[in-house]
């Protein structure tokens, strides 16, 4: 049972253009979700977070949003850079701080 | 945010062996964890590492197989015993508190 989804296995977008990357979770006890990007031969790397208390945090050019009825959070980098390209992965925790990972969208920015 | 290393970056064993791989972190954390990331896949947990107690395993995980040790809050030992080739995959560490920060992971490869 895949708890944490990320339909999209991968996405390619401009330079200067919005990359937006979407994960829908099922669980409706994850309260604290987060994103995480990841290079070839690197651990993920913390990129952002929003409690389920919000529906969107923003830091810099890293936007979550998050719509609880609908089980689902999106990630917006604006504007995308080449060296945004990676792989980014949502993942999704209750109070346990274990973290459920979804599969992983394989981002390209091309210059 | 936490900084983590892990030893041995990556190792290729032979079947039947074992291999012990060290995660240490620069601050003291509540939890740590230990996750997999097999060939073209997600990241799945294994287990949380317990301060000065037995590690808490997911299901499909057993003790016997990856024991875990956290003797105090900033180091954590996972050994894979009697190695497959079924355990080729990377290892990964993680500390923190809400946000997980993750280690640059173990490249273990068993012939």
């Known amino acids: 049972d895949q708890q944490v989804k990320q339909n999209s296995p991968s996405l390619s977008v401009q330079e200067g253009r919005i990359s937006i990357l979407n994960c829908d979770y099922t669980?409706?006890?994850?309260?604290?979700f987060l994103w995480y990007k990841k290079y070839p031969a690197e651990g993920p790397t913390f990129l952002i977070s929003i409690s389920s208390i919000k529906d969107k945090n923003e830091d810099g050019r890293f936007t979550v949003f998050l719509n609880k009825s609908a089980k689902h959070l999106s990630l917006h980098i604006v504007p995308s850079q080449p060296g945004d390209s990676a792989v980014y992965f949502c993942a999704a925790t209750s109070n346990t701080g274990k973290l459920i990972f979804g599969q992983g969208t394989t981002l390209q920015v091309k210059p | 945010s936490a900084v983590i290393s892990q030893k041995p970056s990556r190792d290729i064993c032979q079947r039947g062996t074992s291999l012990t791989i060290q995660c240490q972190v620069d601050?003291?954390?509540?939890?740590m964890f230990w996750y997999r990331q097999q060939p073209g896949q997600s990241l799945t947990l294994i287990a949380t590492?317990?301060?000065?107690?037995?590690?808490?395993?997911e299901s499909g995980f057993v003790i016997d197989k990856f024991p875990i040790s956290r003797p105090n809050l900033t180091f954590s030992t996972l050994t894979v015993s009697n190695m497959s080739p079924e355990d080729s995959s990377i290892y990964l560490c993680?500390?923190?508190?809400?946000?997980?920060?993750f280690g640059p992971g173990t490249r273990l490869t068993v012939t």
């Open positions: 601050s003291q954390v509540t939890m």
């Open positions: 669980n409706s006890m994850f309260d604290y």
């Open positions: 993680s500390g923190g508190d809400l946000e997980q920060y």
């Open positions: 590492a317990n301060q000065g107690s037995e590690a808490t395993y």
